[in-house]
């Protein structure tokens, strides 16, 4: 244990949460990769991050499960030490179509993977970072989406749903936490080419709305990663409650 700061970061093996734990590491954060299931991805990247001379645990975790986000903040906790930032990355979508197509297990699904899991983790974030509870405080940063505000008609309206209640979430938090040494901020993606697009049945579906992006492309990892590390370190010391789209102008 020592006195670097500690991130932890949800759906941390894949994806936007993957090119946000490498930013963290190199800028020396002990950084906890969380995953759910691709256990090869986790600890692939885990390798990456230590041969460069970083620090990083890796824990599986189901973020929508009470009992694995307490063994999760627990863990972290017990191994790498305080914490600091947690980034709530993780998050799902399924098949493209339309509402009256949609079952009650899906739409549950989306939910609570997507919702309930932020909140399970903000609960465990703010239980020991407020100062109400002896803490020194810190930040939280969550990842919403660009459908949070276009509503994903045709796609997927559970997940721009879903995403508009992590707006809320942020938003309410925030101000809940303001006064106790928390801030909590919000990166609203575009389409970034990462894996979930194939989860939604069309992995190539930036191909096809590239076109209507202002900057004619979609977007990097790296990119809202960039985002995220900016509204968790000390450089937006001033930003809570505040939301930033990373979506190339859509
Ligand atoms: P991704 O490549 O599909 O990766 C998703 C990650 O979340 C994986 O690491 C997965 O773990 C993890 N995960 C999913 N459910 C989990 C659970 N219940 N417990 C723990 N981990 C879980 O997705 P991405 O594109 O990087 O998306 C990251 C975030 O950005 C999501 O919140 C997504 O909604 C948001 N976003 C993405 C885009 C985009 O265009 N890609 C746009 C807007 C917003 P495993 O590796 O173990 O499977």
């Excluded at 993957?18 to 990769?33: S, W």
Aim: glycine letters at 10%.
């Amino acid at each position: 244990m020592n006195n670097q700061k500690v991130a932890i970061i949800t759906g941390g093996g894949r994806g936007i949460g993957a090119a946000t734990v490498r930013l963290f590491a190199k800028n020396d954060y002990a950084v906890c990769i969380n995953y759910q299931s691709n256990v090869e991805a986790a600890n692939q990247l885990a390798q990456e991050v230590k041969a460069q001379g970083g620090q990083c645990i890796t824990v599986q975790a189901d973020v929508s499960n009470e009992s694995d986000v307490e063994r999760l903040f627990a863990t972290v906790e017990r191994e790498l030490g305080a914490i600091s930032v947690l980034v709530n990355n993780a998050g799902i979508l399924k098949k493209q179509m339309r509402l009256e197509e949609m079952s009650a297990e899906r739409i549950n699904a989306v939910l609570i993977n997507n919702v309930t899991s932020y909140f399970l983790c903000c609960r465990e974030a703010v239980k020991r970072m407020s100062t109400r509870h002896g803490g020194v405080g810190g930040v939280i940063v969550n990842v919403s989406s660009g459908a949070a505000c276009s509503g994903s008609p045709n796609e997927y309206i559970d997940y721009a749903a879903s995403k508009g209640a992590v707006d809320t979430l942020t938003k309410g938090l925030s101000l809940e936490v303001a006064a106790e040494g928390i801030r909590v901020n919000c990166v609203r993606p575009g389409l970034i080419y990462t894996d979930m697009h194939a989860s939604g049945g069309e992995p190539d579906r930036i191909a096809r709305l590239a076109k209507n992006i202002p900057l004619q492309r979609g977007g990097l990892p790296e990119e809202v990663a960039e985002a995220i590390f900016w509204l968790a370190s000390d450089k937006s010391s001033f930003a809570t409650g505040s939301f930033l789209n990373v979506s190339g102008g859509l």
